[in-house]
């Protein structure tokens, strides 16, 4: 018979370990192809050409692996022998090769698996059976605690990860005072006790515009729409003349999103453009409005007169670049509500200066209510780029177009795909 089909495998029946030994029904099956006759199963010392007798204690359930390592050879070291032995019953010895244990649940019960690799240290002879067979070989597993521990070679500990940053602080509130209570409050889902503050605070400030502003917040985020544009076209009511007032009380009257808030911001958008049509937002947020309510026409033309004035640029840098892309998006507009007119508006188009975007494009657009005063727009990108006055392009794609540092803006920044880019 051929010696190099011969392999013996172990499966473990059942574990346990309680007090200083315990033994288990631990199986090994020799294997054989055609032939007769006994095989040798040769140890550590024997020729190359023999195999090596192997039994190995295996169990299925998964589990969470607590160690795994290679048990030194005794003899080679010279140290004591491990505490796990295995024996035949003629006294033939297998020593531990490997070791392995991990922690297994299988709900309700949770136990430690091993796993154990022995290796022949002697030579052991089995009978052959008649043709292909098996010879199935118990053996007893014994563990003992009189046996001093082998002590296992130094295994590389795994570097300690990086300690995890220290969340970076909280940035303070930028609001303070009764507007910040509110707004806390709202952050915090108390939005009885924002309308209560806002009204108390009101009713304490009647002409407080910031109480207002407050009061529309707090009817916003609790969805009393109604509320919220009685709250905010108040400010057009206590400050008709101001044009800043009227495009901040515009603005907030379009997010509140119903009808009579939109007309009623359309109204205060007209009128603060008749007021100072000098500011680039008076024009920008009435051509928006425009075309958000679907009059992609009207808006074309209030943006073509804006064009027109052709004075916006000395105190507003880059304003009419942004104009000029403002009525491209217009005509674009017009086109898709109107194709059949579309040589029409690109001719107009082309005739009051505006440009198109020939790739898909981005844009962010900063304005603010507020005159000779400087905000500046900062843009962060996925790499860590960031694009500011100082630095007005990022190397990812994208440019700021200018500094507006006398107030009300607007500052854009544009990021273009390139032709073709998804």
């Known amino acids: 018979m051929s010696q190099k089909s011969c392999h013996a495998i172990a499966a473990l029946c059942a574990l346990a370990l309680t007090g200083t030994a315990l033994a ?16 040798p199963m040769a140890g550590p010392g024997a020729d190359a050409g023999t ?5 190995r204690a295996a169990a299925t359930p998964a589990g969470i692996e607590l160690a795994s390592y290679a048990v030194p050879s005794a003899r080679a070291t010279g140290r004591r022998a491990p505490p796990i032995s295995l ?36 030579r052991m002879t089995f009978p052959a059976p008649g043709g292909d067979g098996a010879v199935t070989i118990v053996y007893p597993l014994v563990f003992s605690q009189d046996v001093p521990q082998v002590t296992s070679p130094e295994v590389p500990a795994a570097p300690a990860p990086e300690p995890a940053p220290e969340p970076a602080p909280p940035l303070p509130s930028p609001l303070s005072g009764p507007l910040g209570r509110v707004m806390s409050a709202l952050g915090n889902g108390h939005l009885k006790e924002a309308i209560e503050l806002a ?54 009257l379009e997010r509140v999103a119903i009808p009579a808030a939109l007309e009623l911001a359309l109204d205060s958008f007209r009128k603060a453009r008749s007021d100072r049509p000098d500011h680039p937002s008076s024009h920008r947020l009435l051509a928006f409005a ?17 064009l027109a004035r052709r004075s916006l640029d000395g105190r507003f840098p880059a304003a009419e670049r942004v104009l000029r892309e403002d009525l491209g998006l217009a005509a674009a507009a017009w086109i898709k509500a109107e194709p059949a007119r579309g040589e029409e508006i690109l001719g107009k ?63 854009c920044f544009t990021v273009r795909l390139a032709r073709g880019a998804g």
Do not use: I
Request: aromatic residues 10%; negative net charge.
């Open 24 to 39: 288990s029904c631990q199986t090994a099956t020799a294997r054989w192809g055609r032939g007769a006759g006994p095989t």
């Open 51 to 55: 195999p090596r007798a192997r039994a």
């Open 87 to 122: 024996a035949t019953a003629d006294g033939a010895e297998l020593e531990l090769v490997r070791l392995s244990g991990r922690s297994v649940v299988q709900a309700p019960l949770g136990f430690t698996e091993l796993r154990l690799a022995f290796e022949a240290a002697g």
């Open 199 to 252: 009204h108390h605070w009101y009713a304490q400030s009647p002409g407080e515009t910031l109480a207002l502003v407050a009061l529309g917040e707090a009817y916003e985020a609790a969805g009393e729409r109604g509320q919220a544009a009685r709250a905010y076209g108040s400010l057009v009511d206590m400050f008709p003349w101001r044009a800043d007032v009227r495009r901040f009380a515009g603005s907030r």
């Open 290 to 306: 425009l075309l958000k309510q679907g009059r992609p026409a009207e808006a074309f033309e209030v943006l073509t007169e804006a």
């Open 349 to 411: 188009l082309r005739q009051a200066g505006g440009v198109t975007e020939q790739e898909g494009s981005l844009r962010f657009v900063l304005t603010w209510e507020t005159d000779a005063n400087d905000v500046d727009l900062h843009v962060y990108d996925a790499g860590g780029g960031h694009a500011w006055f100082q630095q007005p392009a990022l190397e990812s794609g994208g440019e700021l177009y200018a500094d507006v540092t006398q107030g009300y803006g607007p500052e």
